[in-house]
């Protein structure tokens, strides 16, 4: 059975930076892509980043490029999303997700790529 831990998150401060960890156990060899997910108090859920586990492809959605990265250690089996130069919208509930390769990497920011899911980790960004 596939199982996703994700942990790392905090509050910080506006400008401060955080790591995100989601640990995979039970992966199968059909699951490719694995994402970051958000969603934010009253909000909906939006992908945030997104990476083939096969090529390392990744695609990042417009309101973290360039401030979030997203990586994979396959030895730990542990998927990362770095965030720097936080923001106060960043605020969410943050979630870690896998499923099968997508037609392209920037379709695995949506939520219906996946079929396994971690229980989130928050992250608070104060002004």
């Known amino acids: 059975q596939v199982q996703l831990v994700e942990s790392g998150g905090g509050s910080v401060q506006a400008g401060g930076s955080l790591r995100l960890s989601c640990v995979a156990s039970?992966?199968?060899?059909?699951?490719?892509?694995m994402a970051w997910f958000r969603q934010p108090p009253g909000g909906e859920r939006e992908g945030v980043a997104a990476?083939?586990?096969?090529?390392?492809?990744?695609y990042y959605a417009d309101s973290v490029k360039g401030r979030f990265a997203i990586s994979q250690d396959n030895a730990r089996n542990t998927l990362y999303l770095q965030m720097n130069s936080l923001k106060p919208e960043d605020t969410a509930m943050y979630y870690c997700a896998a499923g099968p390769r997508p037609r392209r990497t920037y379709y695995g920011l949506f939520a219906a790529n996946h079929n396994y899911w971690g229980q989130g980790t928050q992250v608070t960004v104060s002004s």
């Open positions: 990476i083939r586990l096969g090529t390392g492809s990744t």
């Open positions: 039970g992966i199968r060899y059909s699951t490719d892509c």
